[in-house]
């Protein structure tokens, strides 16, 4: 097996363990777990899941559930539904979480209609692997 081979091995795997961590975001997720659906070890997942993916593990599933979450208040605002002081609330939290996640203070990011998060490099999390 020559080592093209084994980056497009690589590269499943770590789409299962994310296809697993979408599936499974609104719930604990656990590094053992996913390394498991990528049949790696622990240790050895989270060093390719970073190099792969261009961020941590853990950075990876706090972006997603932040932005999973801004969707929704995005989308419960549209519609009318809750009243005022709870999107309110609802959106000076994401702001506060999105502040720590981000490390960006962008007031109104929600009025942009996307959420960007500059701490990675947006080409490293396209490369969609390491070379």
């Known amino acids: 097996m020559n080592k093209k081979d084994t980056i497009e091995i690589y590269r499943r795997r770590i789409a299962a363990a994310v296809e697993y961590?979408?599936?499974?975001?609104?719930?604990?997720?656990?590094?053992?777990?996913?390394?498991a659906v990528a049949n790696f070890s622990p240790y050895h997942f989270h060093r390719i899941f970073k190099a792969f993916r261009g961020e941590p593990l853990g950075s990876y599933v706090s972006r997603l559930r932040v932005e999973t979450a801004a969707h929704l208040?995005?989308?419960?605002?549209?519609?009318?539904?809750g009243t005022k002081a709870d999107r309110r609330a609802?959106?000076?939290?994401?702001?506060?979480?999105?502040?720590?996640v981000s490390g960006n203070n962008r007031r109104g990011f929600f009025r942009r209609g996307s959420i960007r998060y500059?701490?990675?490099?947006?080409?490293?999390r396209n490369s969609g692997g390491a070379r």
């Not at 979408?22 to 996913?34: C, F, P, Q, R, T």
Request: proline letters at 5%; charged letters at 25%; aromatic letters at 8%.
């Open 21 to 35: 961590i979408n599936l499974h975001l609104d719930e604990e997720l656990e590094l053992v777990d996913i390394a």
């Open 73 to 81: 208040l995005v989308l419960r605002e549209a519609a009318g539904t």
């Open 90 to 100: 609802g959106s000076l939290y994401l702001r506060r979480v999105y502040r720590a």
């Open 118 to 124: 500059p701490r990675y490099p947006q080409a490293a």
